[in-house]
Each structure stands twice: as C-alpha cells, then as structure tokens.
C-alpha cells in the first residue's frame, strides 16, 4: 500500500461541509467508505434527495497534491451525476463509485494531474456497465481549504469514444457545450444509455453560430 495522504480533522469538516452546502445534505444519501486506500483514502457522498437526479461526490482526493502546472491546478475532487430513477443501494451505483474511487488514484499512480478539459478513458467495468467509454472534465465548483488551498470540483461526464475523439480535435469546453445543447440534462447521467453525438462539419459550423461562438 503506498503512503496516504489524509486529510486532518479541520480540513475534512470544511470539505464535508462545502460538499453539503453545494450538492446536498448528508441526510439526503449516503457515504460509501473506501476499505484499503492508495495515495489518498477516497469516500464518496452519494447525495439522493426525493425527486431529485444522484450526484456522486469524491472527498479524499484533494487532500494529495497532483503533478500540475500551477497550485490552484494540483488539487481537484471529482463529481459524477445519475438519474433520480437510479437506486443508490443497486450494482449500478457501487459501479459509479468504485469508478470515482479509480479515477482518484489515477493522477498519483501516473505523477500527473486532471482538471479541466482533460479526458480519459473508462474502466471496462464502467464500459460494460453504462456503454461509456470515457469521460470529460469540466470545472464545476471551487473551495478554498486551510493548509491546501483551492480544492476544484471536476464534474465527470461520460462519453463516448466517437465523441471523445472529436472532442479532442477541437475544444473540450466547446464539445461539452455542443453535446449539452444536443443531450440537455441527459448529457451528466451516467444511467442515461444515451447514443453517441458524431457532428459533421456543417452540424458543428450550425452549433458554433447558434451558441454564438467566432
């Protein structure tokens, strides 16, 4: 087992907090607990308000600096979202999870980093799962922790490999925006079974002037 990174006691009362304040109460789900931790010990609040879409929320990563360019870039939690019809107790949610639980190892298993506009590819257990073959990283949300800094929060969307190919040849932000305006909610749902978005040129040229991109 390689050496943890923790967050101290004050550290992990600001981040449960932030977590609670911006994605919801902890009356609202659940915390699955990791048992045998790698670099960082990663939990994650699985937030199910009535109603109301899952969100999945990673606490335990931020507390461990990524090989990044800039101090505000080296720490980040990851946020992953399911519909409100996706039973929190099913295989299906313990799959989000253990995948939120491996994307957190990742950056420190490769001394790396991710945020923002990054991709990356799924576990075959998620492939099979959800039919997602990879996902993209977008800045959802930020605090900031004493004695670390600027936590960012990385919404993890799921994508597939066509669209993740695309994606790569031009913008994330800008590819996430197309497939927003295409998909709508459905896009964030890991549960959504969703087909994949593959633009032509004129599609993306007609996208690009709707959203009033130059």
């Keep these: 087992m390689k050496s943890l990174t923790l967050y101290n006691p004050v550290q992990l009362e600001q981040i449960q907090e932030f977590i609670y304040d911006t994605f919801g109460g902890e009356e609202d789900g659940l915390i699955a607990h990791e048992l045998t931790s790698e670099y960082v010990h990663t939990d994650v609040q699985i937030v199910a308000p009535e109603g109301r879409n899952r969100t999945f929320v990673t606490f335990g990563m931020g507390a461990r600096k990524m090989n990044g360019p800039l101090p505000d870039l080296c720490h980040v939690e990851l946020v992953m979202c399911a519909s409100k019809d996706l ?15 491996l994307l957190s190892k990742f950056p420190f298993r ?34 900031k922790i004493d004695g670390i800094g600027e936590v960012d ?21 800008e590819g996430y925006l197309m497939l927003e305006e295409v998909f709508g909610n459905q896009l964030y749902f890991a549960d959504s079974g969703r087909n994949a978005f593959i633009p032509d040129e004129q599609t993306i040229q007609d996208l690009k002037e709707f959203l009033k991109w130059e």
């Design 153 to 173: 929060f990385l919404l993890t969307i799921p994508i597939h490999k066509e669209e993740r190919e695309w994606i790569m040849e031009t913008d994330t932000f």
């Design 87 to 101: 039973d929190i107790y099913s295989e299906e949610a313990m799959t989000i999870v253990n995948e939120l639980v």
């Design 110 to 143: 490769k001394n790396t980093w991710l945020h923002h506009g990054h991709t990356i590819d799924a576990s075959d257990a998620f492939k099979e799962a959800f039919g997602f073959d990879a996902f993209a990283f977008i800045s959802v949300d930020f605090t």
